[in-house]
C-alpha cells in the first residue's frame, strides 16, 4: 500500500499518488452507484477508504484519516441493510426523514464537530482540526444515513464538499480537490434521483 503512496504521477505540476487516484476515482464510482441504489456501492467503497487511509494519514489529517476506519464499519453495516431492504425492480426503498430525524442529524453534527475538533487539537493529530473534524463528523452522518436509505443523506454530503474543497487544496491534495468538487455535481444528480424514488416508495405504500 505505501507503495502506492510514494509513487504516482505529475498533473500540471503537481504530485497526485497512485492511492490517491485509485480511492479517489473508486469515491467517484461509490457516488455513480448509490445514484442507482445497487450493493456494489458498498464493497467499491471498502476499496476507496482503505486506499485513502493511507493517503491521509501520510498529509497528517488525522481526522479525515480517521473517518476512513469509521467508513469501513459503516460499509459493512450498509451493505448488509441493504440487502434487506430491497425492490426486486427498483433497488433498495429509499424514504424522506422525519422532522425529527432532520434535527437529530443537525444536533449530531454540531456536537460531534465540536466535539472531535478539540480532540484533534489536543492530540495534535491534524492542522485545522476543526474543518477536518467537520468533514469527519459530515461523512460519518452521510454513510450512515445512505445506510438507512435516507434523502436527506445527500445534502450532508453537499455540506462536507463544501468544507472539503479547500482544505483539500491547502493539504496540496489537488486531485481530491477536484473530486470533491465533481462531487458536488453527482450528488445534487443523486438528490434529485433519491426524491423521485423517496416519492414513488411512498405511493405505493399508501
Do not use: C
Request: glycine share 8%; proline share 2%; aromatic share 16%.
Amino acid at each position: 500500500m505505501r507503495v502506492l503512496v510514494d509513487n504516482g504521477f505529475t498533473v500540471f505540476g503537481q504530485f497526485v499518488s497512485y492511492a490517491e487516484f485509485i480511492g479517489q476515482v473508486f469515491a467517484l464510482v461509490v457516488v455513480y452507484l448509490a445514484q442507482r441504489r445497487t450493493l456494489w456501492t458498498w464493497p467499491v467503497q471498502l476499496l476507496s477508504v482503505s486506499l485513502l487511509f493511507v493517503v491521509y494519514l501520510s498529509a497528517h489529517l488525522g481526522g479525515t484519516a480517521a473517518r476512513q476506519v469509521v467508513i469501513a464499519l459503516i460499509t459493512i453495516y450498509g451493505w448488509w441493510a441493504w440487502t434487506r431492504r430491497r425492490d426486486p425492480v427498483f433497488g433498495v426503498v429509499v424514504r424522506k426523514g422525519t422532522v425529527r430525524e432532520r434535527i437529530a442529524v443537525g444536533v449530531v453534527f454540531v456536537l460531534g464537530t465540536s466535539g472531535f475538533a478539540l480532540v484533534l487539537d489536543a492530540l495534535d493529530a491534524s492542522w485545522a482540526p476543526w474543518p477536518d473534524a467537520a468533514i469527519f463528523v459530515g461523512t460519518v452522518l452521510a454513510f450512515a444515513l445512505q445506510g438507512l436509505g435516507l434523502v436527506e443523506f445527500w445534502l450532508v454530503w453537499l455540506v462536507v464538499d463544501a468544507i472539503g474543497v479547500p482544505l483539500q487544496i491547502h493539504s496540496q491534495l489537488y486531485f481530491s480537490a477536484l473530486v470533491y468538487s465533481v462531487f458536488a455535481f453527482l450528488v445534487i444528480r443523486g438528490w434529485i434521483d433519491w426524491n423521485r424514488e423517496a416519492k414513488r416508495a411512498a405511493l405505493a405504500a399508501a
